[in-house]
């Protein structure tokens, strides 16, 4: 796994909408194979601001498509994010950033003989992945056919409104576009308000079969995703065929909590990383494993820090950890004894991760 952060120069800036840039990267051609890409994976961007510490770790997922041979990701503007503040209103062509290889499972292999149906929900910058994959699809899979639902506050806050226009202007029998606007009357109710289950279960009725559906992806809040999924879950629809990124994890969860016992405070963690083994000492009910072997020095891979991208995934080798909370392992990968660093905490008095499984 490549962990190492790249110079990149920026070629272009587009406003997409009043809070919300898009980004292209200049990928020299020696780094072209560091940095290919899969549908729907994102870039992690690190930068230093004065008066923070520790440098700034932000993700974007790609808007681009493999198949266009441009690096692009699109940063909508957040109340106090330093990171996208900075690159809405300061960022300039020619700069440089330092960036992390493309990363990320929101996807699913696609295969020119693929006659499939694909159902995606997005909320405001959820559409960022989807748009990706929607792409990718559209350019290999000529006999598959996509519904999109996307719900936004307005049409003027519709990102990459007109692209996904022409995409459907050259695919229309393909591609199905939904809007759902929250602060703008539409002529069909369907399509007023946010996208929840009661919305989902409309849609199932009307557009699509979920008995015919091969695959659903859904990028958005917290709350919008796991609701959904819930809903479709309960529809009968196979929890292997639905897709999460989730934007922000809103829902904050207590760390895991244990008793300690007199002389037994402390947990000795093992860990091995680029071939080189280290042990240091871990107070428990304090960091997870990440944030301590970081504060220890170690240049571990993250991301998000939220238990959603699994940059920080890792192998537990022995020993015993709690996860406070998993979006992105499956559950095969936990039966296989993976765990997210960012998210564990250990409960025994040794723990062995290996990062290079």
Do not use: C, I, P, W
């Given at each position: 796994m490549i962990h190492d952060l790249y110079e990149l120069q920026v070629k272009a800036i587009t406003r997409e909408t009043d809070d919300c840039v898009s980004v292209t990267l200049d990928v020299p051609q020696e780094l072209k194979e560091v940095f290919k890409y899969q549908q729907g994976q994102y870039l992690t961007f690190e930068k230093k601001f004065d008066g923070?510490?520790?440098p700034i770790r932000r993700s974007y997922s790609l808007c681009s498509a493999p198949n266009e041979n441009i690096w692009k990701v699109a940063v909508?503007?957040?109340?106090?994010?330093?990171?996208?503040?900075y690159v809405n209103k300061e960022l300039?062509?020619?700069d440089k950033l330092m960036v992390l290889p493309p990363d990320g499972r929101f996807l699913t292999k696609l295969d020119s003989t693929h006659k499939k149906q694909y159902v995606f929900f997005a909320a405001g910058s959820g559409i960022t992945p989807v748009i990706s994959i929607l792409k990718e699809i559209l350019a290999v899979e000529?006999?598959?056919?996509i519904l999109l639902f996307y719900g936004s506050q307005k049409t003027d806050q519709i990102i990459?409104?007109?692209?996904?226009m022409a995409l459907k202007n050259l695919h229309p029998a393909q591609l199905s576009l939904h809007f759902l606007l929250t602060r703008e009357e539409m002529e069909e109710p369907m399509f007023n308000g946010r996208i929840t289950k009661y919305k989902l279960l409309s849609f199932a009725r009307y557009l699509f079969n979920v008995d015919e559906v091969d695959e659903y992806f859904m990028c958005g809040p917290e709350t919008m995703l796991l609701e959904l999924r819930s809903a479709l879950i309960e529809l009968g629809v196979d929890a292997k065929k639905i897709h999460l990124e989730l934007f922000g994890v809103q829902i904050q969860k207590p760390k895991p909590q244990i008793e300690l016992k007199a002389g037994h405070e402390i947990c000795k963690v093992k860990?091995?990383?680029?071939?080189?083994t280290f042990e240091y000492p871990l107070h428990f009910n304090t960091d997870s494993i990440l944030d301590s072997a970081l504060k220890q020095g170690a240049h571990l891979p993250f991301a998000c820090k939220g238990g959603v991208c699994c940059t920080c995934k890792t192998k537990l080798i022995s020993g015993q950890v709690q996860m406070a909370v998993n979006y992105g392992l499956e559950p095969e990968e936990i039966k296989n004894g993976y765990i997210l660093s960012c998210q564990s905490f250990p409960t025994s008095e040794q723990v062995e991760v290996n990062f290079d499984v």
């Open positions: 923070n510490a520790e909508k503007e957040v109340h106090n994010g330093v990171f996208s503040n300039k062509v020619g000529k006999q598959s056919d990459f409104l007109e692209e996904l860990m091995t990383l680029d071939g080189r």
